[in-house]
């Protein structure tokens, strides 16, 4: 069965740019599983999946509905364990979640400023 991601997109919608989609596609691709993308912009997020979510990544996958690429994983990992796993166990789950939210207070606010313009540009 092919898993449904919404990835977010601007004007050119074969350019999806968000490095949290990323990070699902990625898993997927670990994982060997099929994938089917939907490009959605900002203003359509909203209205993915009934409004699961305010963000995006989102997935469908048969009739399950996983928002957030942490949750994500975590969904892929206890949903497949028959494929490569994406944490080795809970030591890497700790890691992988210690990781983002480094990341998330460190690096994102310097990252968010210098690419807000080209996210503005990249829009309809």
Do not use: N
């Not at 990323?22 to 898993?27: D, F, L, P, R, S």
């Not at 080795?88 to 983002?100: D, H, I, N, P, S």
Request: glycine letters at 8%.
């Amino acid at each position: 069965m092919t898993i449904l991601l919404y990835d977010l997109v601007g004007r050119d919608t074969t350019r999806p740019f968000s490095p949290h989609c990323w990070k699902v596609v990625m898993a997927l691709a670990h994982k060997g599983l099929d994938i089917s993308t939907v490009p959605t912009r900002f203003l359509e997020v909203p209205a993915v999946e009934g409004g699961v979510s305010k963000t995006v990544p989102v997935i469908r996958d048969g009739e399950t509905v996983v928002a957030d690429s942490f949750a994500i994983a975590l969904y892929l990992d206890e949903a497949y364990p028959d494929r490569p796993t994406l944490f080795g166990g809970e030591g890497g789950k700790a890691m992988a979640r210690f990781v983002e939210r480094w990341s998330q207070v460190t690096i994102h606010p310097y990252v968010t400023t210098a690419a807000i313009m080209d996210l503005h540009a990249m829009q309809d």
